[in-house]
């Protein structure tokens, strides 16, 4: 599951094939999210991890630093060694006192649905 959320090459034939057949790539960001969002709620920190670069770079799901964060600071409570510190905290520094709380609450929300 967490391979093709990253595969594009064997999910669609990669970017010029994407051009051709935009139908498809939007089956694979749905499949990719629905595969990922599956993994983590079993346990899955390598899931988190990509559902926190997928809300980073906002390709598989819509762009949402907010919620990024919050998928790091879940994947770091499952397991410490999973994310550094500096980098956690380079994300946190973009955003707002508000969105760091909201982060927060979304991160325990994760939490306690996948890993508890």
Same mark, same amino acid.
């Given at each position: 599951?967490?391979?093709?959320? #990253?595969?594009?090459?064997?999910?669609?034939?990669?970017? $010029?094939? +994407?051009?051709?057949?935009?139908?498809?790539?939007?089956?694979?960001?749905?499949?990719?999210?629905?595969?990922?969002?599956?993994?983590?709620?079993?346990?899955?920190?390598?899931?988190?991890? +990509?559902?926190?670069? $997928?809300?980073?770079?906002?390709?598989?799901?819509?762009?949402?630093?907010?919620? #990024?964060?919050?998928?790091?600071?879940? $994947?770091?409570?499952?397991?410490?060694?999973?994310?550094?510190?500096?980098?956690?905290?380079?994300?946190?520094?973009?955003?707002?006192?508000?969105?760091?709380?909201?982060?927060?609450?979304?991160?325990?929300?994760?939490?306690?649905?996948?890993?508890?």
């Amino acid at each position: 599951m967490l391979l093709y959320a #990253a595969d594009t090459e064997s999910a669609f034939g990669g970017s $010029a094939s +994407a051009i051709q057949n935009p139908e498809a790539v939007i089956e694979w960001k749905q499949n990719s999210a629905s595969f990922l969002n599956t993994a983590a709620s079993q346990g899955s920190v390598d899931a988190l991890v +990509a559902l926190g670069r $997928a809300n980073t770079n906002g390709i598989i799901v819509e762009k949402n630093p907010t919620e #990024a964060y919050a998928y790091y600071l879940a $994947a770091k409570r499952a397991m410490p060694s999973a994310f550094s510190d500096k980098l956690l905290g380079m994300y946190k520094n973009e955003l707002s006192s508000a969105q760091q709380q909201a982060a927060i609450s979304r991160a325990d929300a994760i939490y306690k649905g996948c890993c508890q």
